[in-house]
């Protein structure tokens, strides 16, 4: 039995075909273009998944789907998404129609949760906190064994944590927030400040053909012993740290995962989180938990499909 996982992100939307055991069998992947509106980009979903259901036919038995923004899982209702643009969507029940498949819709955070349930811990840690680091910081709990959505579906929203009062301005309006600091825009916002020369900066330190002032240049920076880029990366650690710290208390979970482009600098900001994490007063919670940092860059993907499944089968 094959199962569908999508991720519908801001920029681009990828498919893929896996089977129980998360082994990929087909993948395609397009541009979202959002501007396009809901019902095209459900048409072009559609033809996708024809295309799989030609190749692989009965086999497949469901779709799973996560988006980028605040999903509400038992309508299948895309509620609010800032990346695409979007209000009150329904993405789910149309795709379910034209294709025939029983399709459910997570928020991406929450299926690349499940697919670090099931692919990094292989279902054998039951309590998970998994962090998306990437523009933005989402997160999504398995507890229990059990992907876990709060009284109305939002739990998770740990991008959102306050941990500076008053402090910088976040994407969602507030101040102070986690991601207002640890989201890439906001790490290279700091950056920014400190680094006067972008310019010859980014000569120096991106990768040929990519020539871009982002966390990959920052790293790379770090890596050849730049001070001000290794001071960036520390802040970066110690302001995870006190995210995660308040997480951890809450939750005692006994792994976190950390996912995304940003998890890509964990040698230059871990140290600085796990000082954080070690200097607390409340020492059980942080004895148990492991920290482990996910390279599969289509957790979320692969989480949706075999999420749809578990669905589908259970
Ligand atoms: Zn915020």
Known sequence: ?????????GTNTKLVVVNRA??????????????????????????????????????????????????????????????????SVRIAGPLEKLTGLPCVMENDANMAAWGAYELELGRKSGDILTLTLGTGIGSGLVLDGKLYHGANGSAGEAGHLKIEPGGRRCNCGARGCLEAYCGSYAIMARAGELIKDEAAFVRKFAAPGHEKFNTICLTNAAVAGHRAARQVWAETGHYLGMGL?????????????LTGGVSKARRW???????????QQIVTPFAKVKIKVSDNVDLGSHGAALFGLERTLK
């Open 245 to 257: 710290a308040g997480l951890i208390l809450v939750l005692n979970p006994g792994c976190v995962v």
């Open 1 to 9: 039995m094959l199962g569908i996982g999508i991720d519908i992100g």
């Open 269 to 279: 900001f871990l140290p600085a989180m796990e000082k954080v994490m070690g200097s």
């Open 22 to 87: 998360g082994k990929l069998i087909a993948q395609e992947r397009f541009r979202t273009e959002a501007a396009k509106g809901v019902s095209d980009l459900v048409r072009r979903l559609a033809a996708a998944v024809a295309v799989f259901q030609r190749d692989y036919g009965r086999q497949l038995v469901s779709i799973g789907i996560g988006a980028a923004g605040d999903v509400d899982p038992q309508r299948g209702l895309l509620r609010f998404s800032p990346n695409l643009g979007w209000r």
